[in-house]
Every structure is written in C-alpha cells, then in structure tokens.
C-alpha cells in the first residue's frame, strides 16, 4: 500500500538558516511526489512536484526539493528561511486515482 | 471557474442537526475528492468522484455521511445527525490529471455544539 511519512511533527529555524522538512514515501511503481503548504485557516496550496526528470525540482516561494530514488525521499528544502515561511507543510504521493498525504509539519521560522 | 470554491466558509450547528457542505470544482476537472482535517492535523481522505464512474467511498467514517456530484461538476457532502467528533475542516480538491495535483478549495470549518 502506499504510504507517505513527515517524521518531524515541527520543525524550527531561525530566520536566514537553511530549513529541511523531511518526507519519505512507500510506492509501487513511479511515484508522483508533491509538496504543499497550509497558512492558518486556508486551504492546501501547491508548492512543487516530481513526476520524472531532474531529481532537484524547484517551486514556488524558493523552495526546492530532492527526489532521491534509493532513499524514498522527497525532502523539502529552502537555502535562507523567512518569517513568512511559518506553515504546515504536507507530503503527497499518488495512491492509486488519488493522492496520499503524510501527516504534515509544522515549521516555524523565528526572526 | 478560477478557483475550487467551497460554502459556507464556516458553519456551526447544533448535535444532531445535519449539515450540507458545497463544493464547486474548476470548471473542466473530472476529479473531485473530499478530505478531512481535524485541529490543524493530517488529511483524512473520505470520497472521491471520477466523471461518471461510481464514486470511491471508502473513507467515509460512517454511514452518516454521504456525498453527491450533480452533472459531473458541484457536489455536497451531507453529514446526518452531527456528533461533535464531526467537528473538523471539511476541504475539497479537484484535479484534471492526477500528475498536476489537486487544487484545493479554502474549507469549510464545522464546529458542533
């Protein structure tokens, strides 16, 4: 069954540091692999995907994020975090006709 | 539309009253799902909707809860008989191709009293 896991429930960084938000996923088959974020009291809102190419893809607001086949990762990263990064961050990875969610991370980015 | 629109945007009701969400896809998206958000908390999947095909209700908690899609585009998630453990965000995501993703609606915030 597929299955997508966030081991960080919270992850905090200081304004300026480089932050990482950490997913792993268990798949069959190629995996569709997105990142999105939740600001307070708003929906889900995309960042990035992988769905095949380039390992490194990058996305919206500076964020990247790696696809690491041997590992079954996908983790986020940013190279300098903002205040306004402060969010929950979910994983996805595609299940069938849907996707599959990890259970989200919060980050906060503290001035 | 632009957007995955969802009404009401917040609505609270009494236990055991029932409670009708709307969800309004972007025009064109076949796909339609309904997930579930506690506190802030992970994604519960609950029902998904495919054109014309029998909808995939395997997530639905109970049998209180259903869903309907009118002519393959507006659809309503009825909950019966509200408990307060239903209290929760309600979200909607429809999708062309599951390779671009879903776009999600803003919610809808049930609060049971």
């Known amino acids: 069954a597929q299955s997508v896991a966030q081991p960080e429930d919270q992850v905090n960084v200081a304004e300026g540091n480089p932050l990482t938000v950490k997913c792993t996923y268990s798949?069959?088959?190629?995996?569709?692999l997105f990142w999105y974020v939740q600001y307070p009291n708003r929906g889900l809102q995309f960042l990035l995907k992988?769905?095949?190419?380039?390992?490194l893809v990058k996305g919206s607001y500076g964020f990247e994020a790696e696809f690491n086949k041997s590992q079954t990762s996908f983790h986020l990263k940013k190279p300098s975090a903002l205040v306004s990064d402060s969010a929950l961050y979910f994983c996805?990875?595609?299940?069938?006709?849907?996707?599959?969610f990890g259970g989200g991370t919060r980050l906060m980015v503290k001035p | 539309g632009a957007g995955v629109s969802q009404s009401p945007s917040n609505k609270v009701t009494e236990k055991g009253k029932d409670v009708e969400l709307r969800c309004d896809p972007i025009s064109g998206h076949t796909a339609l799902y309904w997930y579930r958000q506690s506190l802030g908390q992970g994604l519960e999947f609950l029902i998904y909707f495919q054109g014309n095909s029998a909808p995939d209700k395997s997530g639905l908690p109970s049998d209180r809860f259903s869903a309907e899609r009118t002519g393959g585009s507006v659809s309503t998630l009825t909950i019966q008989r509200t408990q307060q453990e239903d209290s929760a965000v309600y979200l909607c995501?429809?999708?062309?191709?599951?390779?671009?993703?879903?776009?999600f609606g803003s919610g809808t915030r049930l609060t049971v009293v």
């Open positions: 996805a990875v595609n299940a069938g006709n849907m996707l599959t």
């Open positions: 992988y769905i095949t190419g380039d390992n």
């Open positions: 798949v069959s088959g190629n995996p569709y």
């Open positions: 995501a429809s999708s062309s191709q599951l390779n671009y993703g879903y776009t």
